[in-house]
């Protein structure tokens, strides 16, 4: 278990409003599973994947929106798309009762890829949109 599970949701924030209002959704819902019992687990698991596709289509949506460099967004949805891969594997076998292997992704694997995710992508997005929204204010 790491320190996403322990950490306030605010002290993770990076300083976009729609960014922030998305992973306080996902700390939301990696705290739930991690608290739940077999039939909740089931239900919050596939709450996880429905979240994850709309997360990331926000995020690419701003990427767009900003014209975001094409390589630092290819290498984003890269990451995004390994995550929503193994997410929706695991949502199959949860969805047959078999919770195990997921209960190890969200206890351990997915906060970490979060962490490191934050730091080498929505982090460095978040610098992009902030100056891309001052370039347009300054005219
Ligand atoms: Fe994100
Ligand atoms: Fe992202």
């Known amino acids: ?16 409003p729609i960014i922030d209002r998305t992973h306080d ?3 939301g819902l990696v705290a739930k599973l991690n608290a739940a019992g077999l039939v909740d687990f089931i239900l919050h698991f596939a709450a996880l994947a429905s979240h994850a596709e709309e997360h990331f289509a926000k995020e690419q949506q701003l990427m767009r929106q900003s ?4 390589d630092q967004m290819e290498t984003h949805l ?4 390994m995550v929503l891969q193994e997410i929706n594997r695991l949502n199959a076998m949860v969805a047959r009762g078999s919770v195990a292997a997921a209960r190890v ?4 694997l997915l906060p970490v890829w ?18 891309a929204n ?3 204010s300054l005219g």
């Open 114 to 131: 979060f962490e490191q995710h934050n730091l080498a992508h929505d982090g460095p997005l978040v610098s992009h949109l902030k100056r």
């Open 78 to 81: 890269r990451d995004h798309l």
């Open 134 to 136: 001052l370039a347009s």
């Open 1 to 16: 278990m790491t320190d996403l599970l322990t950490t306030r949701p605010e002290s993770l924030h990076l300083g976009h």
């Open 67 to 70: 014209h975001y460099p094409a």
């Open 105 to 108: 992704y969200v206890s351990d």
């Open 25 to 27: 959704e996902f700390h």
